[in-house]
Nanobody, 121 residues
Framework: QVQLVESGGGLVQTGGSLRLSCAAS???????LAWFRQAPGKEREFVAS????????YYTDSVRGRFTISRDNAKNTVYLQTNSLKPEDTAVYYC???????????????WGQGTQVTVSS
């Protein structure tokens, strides 16, 4: 069972940046990893995902070109670099691990507890 712990969230002004990290307690080199986010009153939505080899990455349209997902299998860690942040990026950000690359939360079996990102206007 892989346990995931996110960090790096915080309060930032519009246009600012944050680097989110997700440390895994187990080995994740064979897992697909993703970031999701959930704003108050909204459903959890896909943000980005990365294949086990890190060759393939996927982004939702609203963050493409601003966010970058990466992973370091030696450190059992996945990252989300968020740049040019907007107020609509405000949400709790979750990392997830699964056995296939997908945009659906139900396809991921392991989740972290989340880290809050707040972007002020």
């Amino acid at each position: 069972q892989v346990q995931l712990v996110e960090s790096g969230g915080g309060l930032v002004q519009t246009g600012g940046s944050l680097r989110l990290s997700c440390a895994a307690s187990g080995r994740i080199f064979s897992s697909y990893l993703a970031w999701f986010r959930q704003a108050p009153g909204k459903e959890r939505e896909f943000v980005a995902s990365i294949s086990a080899s890190a060759i393939n990455t996927y982004y939702t349209d609203s963050v493409r070109g601003r966010f970058t997902i990466s992973r370091d299998n030696a450190k059992n860690t996945v990252y989300l670099q968020t740049n040019s942040l907007k107020p609509e990026d405000t949400a709790v950000y979750y990392c997830a691990a699964g056995s296939l690359i997908s945009t659906r939360p139900t396809d991921y079996t392991n989740w972290g507890q989340g880290t809050q990102v707040t972007v002020s206007s």
